[in-house]
């Protein structure tokens, strides 16, 4: 394996060859206690601002695959209401300032990970990735992005892993971005974060969503987009089927799009198309079981492949000295 | 040791052999470490969707001995509205199948332990093992049971290596579980499971409860029942108590019971018997603390030995080359 | 290394020689994996009663130091209503009696650490040490205090350290604890622990605050008193800044003390001077940003040392054979 150790995780722009990438995550996959000592003494505290299932689990597996101790905090859960405002006087509700918490955080651990949703109201504040560029700017160690205001690196990384393994022809596979129906506001940072790597990876990209949902072109750029589900599907190999809200009007949930579910006839421009999804899945509401559960679903294939993104990137780090 | 490995480890029906696995539970009393590396590299998701403390930590320190990493998950806290029934369509409050979520766990852990108590009100659902069984048929991996809806299996067991401890005469001790007073309704999981254990043990098994308060049969089949206290406990060697709430009327707690509660009266028929307890216990509710701090009392005992009831099941799915 | 191992770790009476332990843990600052394989195959149970950042993940991280498991309950949050009265018939709202509790963790961690605030309403309960001491008497175990109702000797013996690193000068440096301004009422735990350190190294110490904010004067025995804060700042050599509520009018928050703040005006009788704070701090109410942030803030090597405290007496209680 080549040596291009990186210092943050928080976007594909981290990530100096992706096919490099793609081949080490391969690798420990075949073998994942190839570099078990790699982490050894080495500690990653892993700060949830929000719930996580999956990336929690990944990510401590991938930890220990690298002989690293994690130490979980579930900040939304065990009370933690940080000041992110330089110079406020802090005589409300807050009780501890970013600068502090993650000045102290960076002494107890090699590596952090931080999961920080956006606000969905703030757009400009959840554009410049604040949060996360706190733990960055005062932590003074790696931070590895658990999911931000705008990105889900890990998740595409995992993704594009998901659709190496199951392409094997030489052309480049056709992969769809669609819009999908959901009951509430979601974030942005899966699609977007699944747009900007697949515009960097050797595939046929395309967007699809209605009218008014188009993503923040700063992570789109290379991708055709088509507000016409059915031609943007036509001839699909993979299908990435996501909701999200408005970035236009920000944070707004689009409830009308009950005819952007994925069933039947949009299958009928892309038999054999392979179905993804990065979970948790609305079932019957985004796309139907029988595709979730079909002959061509990768959806736990994606889940498993989290681990391996995750030792991938933590390796690298590992590689910087941390 | 021999080797019979097991795969899911949900009720002493999982178990070939019970009094070889207690030899080896109390070979692991003795030398904790003798297997320290059996489990090395390999994960154990606990996930709590209801309180623990024993379990947790037992179950964890067992993991710990056999060089197993565990990842401890309380759902209860760590919100997770999961969705249970097939083919809903999930557009109200749960955000993720069962399915989804199981099947992702066994891509990170090699076992997984659920704990899963019955709602008290759908008696159906909760014989059915609803929960528990919806991890086992999704997760793909291992499952042991952290109590279930209607068994305790680990606490059983560790009960029946508290009783071999302390029994060194050559006939079969008498064993009697009584019911006892509470202030709310109490799950049947932990007397259904020690009945379920003694009817299997070599011992004299018999339960004695109010009238109204019979267990449901599939576990007592064996056991003599006597709704008569004091008849029931004469010349008993163990008294395990223990409250629960009606099967028959299925949840409701039954709180006339005072005269049940296990004090000299009592302990006049049966002088020495040991006092067996899971915890916690309402002290002075359910019996008296002069009896569990007296010099028959075992109850720290079988907290003890918690951990080595869990070390051997671990153990033995181990050997089934997890 | 010299060998004088301690059973438990409550307050600065349990270090026989305080000297000795700054030099024990510089060394393990220094190299911190030397007694790597000192806590092989042994647990220790955190117990946070109370909410908690930087002794949860220092503890945590100088147990790995140590090659020991560490396993951690958030019992604020993990819901665990404890009983502490003896005797009581419990059918009310508590669960589990403190004697099942800590007996049980016993059973299953060799040492437990414990974090238990003051109630700040009963005085004399929380003089007592009512919580810590149940642990202590029902676990059977060693027991380190991670901050109870009246002292923090993990992170008084952290601010020790700091101060021997940062002095170089062969006479005793002037040492100030000042009170501070906060908008709610605080526990006295810090001030107390740091007063009681102070008076047994070899430093000159003064404590300052507003009338009638006395601390229990058994902790402050030794120390130079003087409710003039300017007078006291002079020629500080180090200022430790901390607000603490009325021992006298017991948990009475002292809200009129905004002139108490440390600013320039405090500054200009003590040039130079370091600044020491626990964290975690209200910027720019208890002390300025310009401070906290100066070439004299000491606080992130605090939090550093954190790690080296708890390292050091774990150490020590592993020497007793735990």
């Known amino acids: 394996m080549k040596h291009h150790p990186i210092k943050h ?3 594909v722009k981290d990530v100096p060859d992706i096919r490099e990438w793609v081949n080490i995550a391969r690798s420990f996959k075949a073998n994942p206690m190839q570099f078990a ?8 505290a892993l700060i949830f601002l929000n719930p996580s299932l999956r990336t929690r689990l990944s990510t401590q597996k991938a930890a220990m695959n690298l002989g690293m101790q994690a130490m979980v905090m579930n900040s939304d859960k065990e009370g933690w209401a940080l000041e992110y405002t330089d110079g406020n006087i802090m005589n409300g509700s807050t009780v501890e300032h970013i600068k502090d918490a993650a000045g102290a955080l960076g002494k107890f651990a090699d590596i952090i990970g931080v999961r920080c949703f956006p606000s969905l109201t703030d ?10 560029n706190k733990f960055i700017e005062y932590s003074g160690v ?19 892993i998901t659709i190496d393994e199951n392409w094997k022809k030489t052309d480049r596979p056709k992969v769809v971005l669609t819009w999908a129906p959901h009951v509430k506001a979601l974030p942005q940072a899966v699609p977007n974060s699944f747009a900007e790597w697949m515009c960097k ?35 699909a190999d993979f299908i990435y089927v996501k909701n999200w809200s408005s970035y236009q009007e920000y944070g707004k949930p689009y409830l009308d799009g ?5 069933g039947d006839q949009q299958m009928n421009v892309c038999p054999g198309a392979k179905i993804m ?9 985004e796309l139907s079981d029988a595709l979730l559960d079909g002959p061509g ?6 889940a498993e492949n989290r681990t391996y993104a995750a030792q991938t990137v933590l390796w690298k780090m590992l590689q910087a000295h941390v």
């Not at 790696?142 to 594009?160: K, M, R």
């Open 9 to 11: 995780f928080t976007s």
């Open 123 to 132: 757009k400009e504040k959840d554009d410049s990735e604040f949060v996360l």
């Open 297 to 302: 679903t990768l959806v736990m294939q994606q």
């Open 37 to 44: 000592d790699a982490g050894k003494h080495k500690t990653i």
């Open 258 to 262: 009950s005819n952007w579910f994925l």
């Open 201 to 235: 990876a050797d595939v046929d990209f395309t967007i699809t969503h209605p009218e008014g949902l188009e993503l923040n072109e700063k992570f789109t750029s290379g991708a055709t987009i088509n507000t016409n589900q059915i031609e943007a599907l036509e001839g």
């Open 277 to 285: 999804h990065c979970l948790p899945v609305r079932r019957n509401v």
């Open 142 to 160: 790696p931070v590895v992005s658990l999911e931000s205001s705008t990105l889900h690196p890990l998740q595409s990384f995992a993704d594009l």
